[in-house]
């Protein structure tokens, strides 16, 4: 006969993924003629929760080459952006048993920068960003037991004792001790 138990364990009980995308600006040391190129490093990021929401800070490092002087010089201007955004993770699970959840955030795509242009003297740029956010927290699994214990199977010799004295019989001589 069955019957269930429940056994408690931690597993993922909410999971998504977001694309965000952010523009800014910030103001060159002399007057852009020429965008010649955007990288963004040196991202971070954690995640926590705060209410039924999640919460993610980070930053990340801007550096815009660009050409000034009617493309005569060259300089790069750098810039920190941090961020924080609010994500409403879809829940898989609401059997919560403790409400302590661990946030798990990973950076899906890097952010990268889309379009840069020079405004009215200052340069705009706009990043992208894929984060995937998980929820890890204690749940139920129900499961079907059986009460019912299994047999136990004989475990025979496989040594057949009448091949074996034939053998010891043949192999072995008397005539040892002379």
């Not at 993922?12 to 007057?31: A, D, H, L, Q, Y």
């Not at 661990?102 to 405004?119: A, D, F, G, N, W």
């Not at 136990?152 to 019989?169: F, G």
Request: proline letters at 2%; a negative charge.
């Amino acid at each position: 006969m069955a019957s269930f138990k429940e056994i408690v364990t931690k597993a993922v009980i909410g999971k998504g993924k977001k694309t965000f995308t952010t523009t800014s600006s910030v103001t060159p040391n002399c007057e852009a003629s020429t965008i010649l190129g955007c990288w963004v490093i040196n991202h971070t990021f954690k995640g926590y929760k705060t209410g039924d929401t999640i919460t993610v800070e980070g930053s990340y490092d801007i550096n815009i080459w660009y050409s000034c002087q009617n493309d005569t010089k060259t300089e790069v201007v750098k810039q920190t952006d941090s961020y924080i955004e609010k994500v409403n993770v879809p829940r898989r699970n609401e059997t919560n048993i403790n409400g302590e959840e661990e946030i798990i955030v990973r950076s899906l795509k890097q952010p990268s920068c889309t379009k840069v242009e020079i405004v009215d003297g200052k340069i705009v740029y706009t990043i992208e960003k894929d984060l995937g956010i998980e929820i890890v927290g204690d749940t139920k699994v129900k499961i079907a037991t059986d009460d019912e214990e299994d047999e136990w199977d004989v475990i025979e010799d496989e040594v057949n004792t009448e091949e074996v004295n034939k053998q010891i019989d043949e192999e072995v001589k008397e005539e040892f001790l002379n």
